[in-house]
């Protein structure tokens, strides 16, 4: 099991940018992949991006594809995502997970362990 707690929200311009963390604890981080979901007010969550274990894959929904990027730093037990160009159809709460395997996941029901969420909130 490991714990996640995510931070690096808040209220940006469209077109601005925001670089969300999420630090792990718990379990070594490099046996987990890990994933960014999002949820806007009466949608359900949805996937934006997620990384192997190792980092060397990525997967982006076409949403965020180009404009969004998924890291990690397995020293430091973190995840991130780095936001550029942002839309105010990004307004969401943001929620980092991680899967007990290392092969990228894509669905919120493979993932077992969850942060809190951080809210993102886009100006037109």
């Known amino acids: 099991q490991v714990q996640l707690v995510e931070s690096g929200g808040g209220l940006v311009q469209a077109g601005g940018s925001l670089r969300l963390s999420c630090a792990a604890s718990?379990?070594?981080?490099?046996?987990?992949?890990m994933g960014w979901f999002r949820q806007a007010p009466g949608k359900e969550r949805e996937f934006v991006a997620a990384?192997?274990?190792?980092?060397?894959?990525?997967h982006y929904s076409d949403s965020v594809k180009g404009r969004f990027t998924i890291s990690r730093d397995n020293a430091k037990n973190t995840l991130y995502l780095q936001m550029n160009s942002l839309k105010p159809e990004d307004t969401a709460v943001y929620y980092c997970?991680?899967?007990?395997?290392?092969?990228?996941?894509?669905?919120?029901?493979?993932?077992?362990?969850w942060g809190q969420g951080t809210q993102v909130t886009v100006s037109a």
């Open positions: 997970a991680a899967a007990a395997t290392v092969v990228p996941r894509f669905r919120p029901n493979e993932y077992t362990d």
């Open positions: 718990g379990s070594t981080f490099s046996k987990y992949s």
């Open positions: 990384i192997s274990g190792s980092g060397s894959t990525t």
